[in-house]
């Protein structure tokens, strides 16, 4: 990787310093996460060997060499990618997001967002959102379709952000899962955190976990699948996966919570139209919310994309 290399000396007065401390106070146009990335990346040495921890206890005499990636464009550059919009004025814009979209660049991504989309179109995003989340205040996974309100002002991204905060947002979604829960209707209220044999995946009862509340109630009793509506009470990351997984009713087309797959049908329809089925079967329906600005209650709906929609028709058929 080129950029540039850093070599700094621990001094006595640092002695004991955790490494990501160390270099968030001597590299201060970088931040503490972002270092913390380098440094689990093999891109910082303490005494000439790889550091493999952020909290790296540093004597004081060390020798600290980082590689510093070269900075990337601070703005994410308008794209001409089509754009679902169901609602704008002067504070917001409701989009309906496609499944395969991320909503925003990061982690190497700097293009093909839903970020860049919107700035595609001319559409102003809230500068408090941050330089690759301009308007950003929620998001959905990149296989999850549905409704998404940004941000185009500080103001009403303040707002927003608040009303997330104290739970005053309504999100409700649709979710095909494998099997019929039982009971039909519930809460289900278990704890999730990051999994420590996988940080990429969240899981429930981890060490460190944080409250999580999902309702749920079956729309639709399909043979060996239900059609749910959920909400959220908490938004946790992959909450609504993680939670229906440990149920042993995982989503549909989830490859990496999930544990079933079309190979266990015997109708040979239902087979093929889950074996063409490229995305996860969660889709963000509903959203209610108080408008950022004038205070007046809002809500908007967005019909099951075609793909989830044929899927369900098909599995709908009796064997």
């Not at 293009?111 to 700035?119: D, H, K, P, W």
Request: zero cysteines.
């Amino acid at each position: 990787m080129t950029g540039e290399t850093v070599r700094l000396a621990v001094p006595g007065d640092a002695d004991g310093s955790r490494l990501d401390v160390f270099l968030a106070a001597r590299i201060p146009d970088r931040t503490r996460s972002a270092l913390r990335r380098l440094i689990l990346g093999g891109l910082v040495r303490v005494n000439g060997r790889a550091a493999s921890k952020p909290g790296l206890s540093l004597p004081a005499g060390s020798e600290v060499e980082i590689v510093l990636p070269r900075p990337t464009p601070a703005t994410p550059e308008p794209e001409p990618i089509p754009v679902d919009v169901v609602h704008e004025d002067d504070h917001i814009v409701v989009v309906v997001k496609p499944a395969g979209l991320v909503v925003h660049p990061g982690h190497g991504r700097r293009s093909g967002t839903l970020v860049n989309a919107l700035l595609g179109r001319g559409t102003p995003l809230a500068p408090a959102g941050g330089a690759e989340r301009p308007g950003i205040v929620h998001r959905l996974d990149r296989e999850t379709s549905g409704l998404l309100v940004v941000a185009k002002t500080d103001e009403a991204h303040r707002a927003l952000a608040a009303s997330f905060a104290r739970r005053a947002v309504k999100k409700t979604y649709l979710a095909l899962v494998w099997g019929h829960p039982d009971p039909p209707a519930g809460t289900i209220d278990r704890a999730i955190g990051r999994s420590r044999s996988d940080r990429t995946k969240m899981t429930v009862g981890a060490r460190r976990s944080r409250s999580a509340l999902t309702s749920f109630r079956t729309v639709e009793r399909l043979p060996g699948f239900a059609l749910l509506e959920v909400d959220l009470v908490t938004g946790r990351t992959h909450q609504i996966r993680v939670h229906f997984e440990s149920l042993r009713h995982p989503v549909v087309g989830d490859t990496r919570y999930g544990r079933r797959h079309a190979g266990m049908l015997r109708d040979p329809r239902k087979r093929a139209a889950l074996l063409g089925f490229h995305r996860l079967a969660l889709h963000a329906a509903r959203i209610a919310f108080a408008h950022p600005v004038t205070g007046s209650e809002v809500a908007f709906e967005a019909p099951l994309p075609s793909e989830l929609a044929d899927l369900v028709a098909a599995l709908r058929r009796s064997d």
